[in-house]
């Protein structure tokens, strides 16, 4: 499975950016997809998580702001991000858990097995 992530730019403080994130060689119906951001000299952490039954999950960090969302026929996933600020300034990557129970939202970044290049997203203040 390939991940590739789209959609990063710059933006200025309370503005907004669309993520999307295709699946090649394998469908995203039977997976619970992921995004995740690093900042300079952080660790990954999990944005948002949506399940295979389309159940999501949300770091309290950008609840209320962002969105995410899939398509499966088109074996891609969204992140709608508004209200953007500066600390969400990060590359963002999409990860993929074909182990995941159905209605699970797997937070864990170990239990996803593939991930992608990332999109970097920039928010000025």
């Known amino acids: 499975v390939q991940l590739q992530a789209s959609g990063g730019g710059l933006v200025q403080t309370g503005g907004s950016l669309r993520l999307s994130c295709v699946a090649s060689?394998?469908?995203?119906?039977?997976?619970?997809m992921g995004w995740f951001r690093q900042a300079p000299g952080k660790e990954r952490e999990l944005v948002a998580v949506?399940?295979?039954?389309?159940?999501?999950y949300y770091s309290d960090s950008v609840k209320g702001r962002f969105t995410i969302s899939r398509d499966n026929e088109k074996r891609t996933v969204y992140l709608q991000m508004n209200s953007l600020k500066p600390e969400d300034t990060a590359v963002y990557f999409c990860?993929?858990?074909?182990?995941?129970?159905?209605?699970?939202?797997?937070?864990?970044?170990?239990?996803?097995?593939?991930w992608g290049q990332g999109t970097l997203v920039t928010v000025s203040s």
């Open positions: 990860e993929a858990d074909y182990n995941a129970i159905y209605s699970n939202t797997p937070q864990d970044p170990d239990y996803y097995e593939y």
């Open positions: 060689g394998r469908t995203i119906s039977r997976a619970a």
């Open positions: 949506i399940g295979r039954s389309s159940s999501a």
